[in-house]
């Protein structure tokens, strides 16, 4: 017994027993050990902060927030640090270096990689009309323009929907999620396998040939995976269609369309009018105009706004040389066109009424022109009949005498 509690004794002075026995006391083992996910990400350098909202777009884990701070008189990114997973795309995704996550910045500063975010954008070019709004508002450049469409560089945007809120067409910059992405994926899938089972057989559902919006398209090629018929997606065209409509079930960005669209504006309660006092006839605003919403006026040959088809770009504002064009509310801004437009059909109206009139007068002056001369002659040609008949006769009576 007492060999025993002797072995004991010096097991406890060697220093791994003492380790053990003294772990929650030491100061080594009190501190955290480390983790694979890093610190959350710390604001650094506020006043840099431009306010677009990249962090908050490309935060998988919806731990952004942009509040605004009085002390900045800005917006700022507010970090859930409790939803925070450390992923660092909020600091390789900000543009102005704001944002900090360990040494993560360091890490990446010069290194090449696609913005993260968790939306995309893409423009509609049956919808966009080529404003330059959305263009001026990007704070990274990532919107070109090739003189017919305008294209966001899916690797340079940064998410922070600037472009959106500048676009003045509903929906002409359409946006698409990895939520969105999965969900027709999905469709797709089930789609194709209940077809397999031969569970579903469509019929014709659609009324026409769909056709791909080439800016649209992202060539996920959902469609050409549910197409019974044949789409060429190298070309962006519809081979052979049974019209079963699948393939615009499962777009997940609206490539795939039937009909025409019409251009929705964002702002309903005003409109631009051009003030005829102000104009100078210049028509650079019927120029620039890129959806035909200005007509000239047969009357004053002056420019004058369609409301219903302006979408208020303000193309036409920007160009004017003499500030000749505001903006006011729906209801003036109809009166005036409605105004301008029934004047302008009835001096219309004139104008064709007097040519119609001019082109009868025209073709009754040639007619009667033409009667006059065909009655001139046959009158000339009755008296010189008679003139010969009479000579004739006084010739034979001279003969008889002689």
Known sequence: MASSLWYLYVLTKKKFIKRFLQAKTEKKYILPPKRFRKIPPTVEYPERCISCGACESSCPSFAIKMIFFQDHNKKLPKIDVGACIGCGNCVESCPSKVLEIGNLKEETLSLPWNVPKYKNYIIDEELCVNCGSCRTVCPVHAIDYDKNTHKIDTNKCIGCERCVEACPVVDAIRIYDEKVLKEKFDLCFRIKFSRVLKEEERSEVISETPRIVKSLCINCENCVDVCLGSINLENYKVVSCVKCGS???????????????????????????????????????????NVNAIDICCDTRLPYINPEKCVRCGVCYKECPVEAISLTDMENSLKLYR?????????????????????????????????????????????????????????????DTC
């Open 339 to 399: 105004v301008r437009k029934a004047r302008d059909n009835f001096e219309a109206m004139v104008i064709k009424d007097l040519d119609e009139i001019s082109k009868k007068y025209a073709q009754l002056k040639g007619d009667l022109l033409e009667f006059s001369q065909k009655e001139v002659e046959k009158t000339l040609s009755k008296i010189v009949n008679e003139k010969i008949i009479k000579q004739d006769d006084s010739d034979a009576t001279r003969d």
């Open 247 to 289: 393939c615009i079930e499962v777009c997940p960005t609206g490539a795939m369309r039937i009909g025409e669209v019409s251009r929705v504006p964002k702002i309903r309660d005003k409109c631009y009018i051009i003030e005829e006092d102000k104009c100078i006839g210049c028509r650079i605003c019927y120029r620039a105009c």
